[in-house]
Nanobody, 126 residues
Framework: QVQVVESGGGLVQAGGSLRLSCAAS????????MGWFRQAPGKEREIVSA????????YYADSVKGRFTISRDDAKNTVYLQMNSLKPEDTAVYYC???????????????????WGQGTQVTVSS
């Protein structure tokens, strides 16, 4: 059974940075496609970024391109989301998701993933 646990959320001023972590267990991240999603109050869950199972393909939502970076540390079995130049509209609960995959395909829909974390709150003040 795959489990993913997010950490690193918090309160930050606009223009600041945060790094979210998603620690996986039950499988190595090298066999998991992983994605970061977020959900703001009153809005639907949306994709933020994703990385393929082999770690060579990436996806970024237009709203975060150039500001957020997804990366993976196989030794720590962890995927990160580095968030720079944060804006108030980035405020949301951020979720990590995973599916078992050894391909280069990147999933950008919530239905592409089978395992979800509990979420971590990110609040950006203006």
């Amino acid at each position: 059974q795959v489990q993913v646990v997010e950490s690193g959320g918090g309160l930050v001023q606009a223009g600041g940075s945060l790094r979210l972590s998603c620690a996986a267990s039950g499988r190595t991240v090298g066999s998991l496609a992983m994605g970061w999603f977020r959900q703001a109050p009153g809005k639907e869950r949306e994709i933020v970024s994703a990385i393929s199972g082999v770690g060579t393909s990436f996806y970024y939502a237009d709203s975060v391109k150039g500001r957020f970076t997804i990366s993976r540390d196989d030794a720590k079995n962890t995927v990160y989301l580095q968030m720079n130049s944060l804006k108030p509209e980035d405020t949301a609960v951020y979720y990590c998701a995973a599916r078992i995959s050894w391909s280069t395909v990147v999933g950008s829909a919530a239905t592409d993933y089978d395992y979800w974390g509990q979420g971590t709150q990110v609040t950006v003040s203006s």
